[in-house]
Nanobody, 118 residues
Framework: QVQLVESGGGLVQPGGSLRLSCAASGFTFSSYWMVWVRQAPGKGLEWVSGLDSGGGRTYYADSVKGRFTISRDNAKNTLYLQMNSLKPEDTAVYYC???????????WGKGTLVTVSS
């Protein structure tokens, strides 16, 4: 029923920008906080960013603060992650996830790979 489909990943040069999208369906998107999580090659999961149901309150990991911007378009049931000034350390599979309550993530997408390399 619930589906989260990430897109927008790919190869980008250091210092470049990329915009990820997450298309949501099967639930009332506008009622839930949403989150981006990433996993670098050979590493564990890292929480990246989250925002409230209306998009007015945002949170960022220190590693991406000032470079990434999370947003949402509730009319389109879509979550976004604008990534600027990308670094090789940002290389990872990026997942969007639905927050059930208090950062308990009950549904995840399959992820989209971001590779930052020259």
């Amino acid at each position: 029923q619930v589906q989260l489909v990430e897109s927008g990943g790919g190869l980008v040069q250091p210092g470049g920008s990329l915009r990820l999208s997450c298309a949501a369906s099967g639930f009332t998107f506008s009622s839930y906080w949403m989150v981006w999580v990433r996993q670098a090659p050979g590493k564990g999961l890292e929480w990246v960013s989250g925002l409230d149901s209306g998009g007015g309150r945002t949170y960022y990991a220190d590693s991406v603060k000032g470079r990434f911007t999370i947003s949402r378009d509730n009319a389109k049931n879509t979550l976004y992650l604008q990534m600027n000034s990308l670094k090789p350390e940002d290389t990872a599979v990026y997942y969007c996830a639905k927050d059930l309550v208090s950062w308990a993530l009950d549904y995840w997408g399959k992820g989209t790979l971001v590779t930052v390399s020259s």
